[in-house]
């Protein structure tokens, strides 16, 4: 598989918009957390896919932080981008929000972060392209993804 050597965060950035329906509530009568949780690693995958143009896995996720919930009707804008990459595996933000059809403004309710492996075509981690920092918002949240990856490895060592 041909591989580029670096990719921006623009390059894999993914937008996906979901009506809640019926189906997608849970007893309380919000969006279900199952539910959400599923579309944020659809996105999740589908940029780094876009940055690795191959096969990937999620690892893990962290700061699964419910801020507000979502409704029947409402429109749920999820929105993911590369934060972070490693040798064989990146972080991926996705920010989730609802948009109001009313105003158009959308409105925080969540954030995650993914940390997604790249596969070779034996399902083995592989090395990943470079992700090239443009701007200052970009340089902050790769030192705050290098942070949270610390952590990770952190906890990994305490047997978390």
């Given at each position: ?6 990719r ?19 007893a ?10 599923q ?16 096969n ?32 064989s ?51 902050a ?8 990856r610390?952590?990770r490895m ?7």
């Open positions: 598989m041909e591989r580029e050597i670096e921006t965060v623009s390059d894999s950035r993914v937008e996906t918009v979901h009506m809640v329906r019926p189906n997608h509530m849970n309380a009568g919000r969006l279900f957390g199952g539910q959400l949780m579309w944020l690693d659809e996105v999740a995958g589908l940029v780094a896919k876009r940055h690795i143009r191959g990937v896995i999620t690892a893990s996720v962290d700061n699964l932080r419910f801020i507000h919930g979502a409704y029947q009707g409402e429109m749920v804008v999820i929105i993911g981008k590369a934060t972070y990459v490693g040798n595996s990146m972080e991926v933000r996705v920010d989730t929000y609802v948009e109001h059809l009313s105003n158009g403004m959308r409105y925080p309710i969540n954030r995650a972060y993914f940390t997604m492996v790249g596969l070779d075509e034996k399902d083995k981690p592989c090395r990943i392209p470079r992700l090239t920092i443009k701007s200052e918002e970009e340089k949240e790769w030192e705050a993804a290098e942070k949270r610390e952590m952190h906890r990994r060592k305490e047997g978390f």
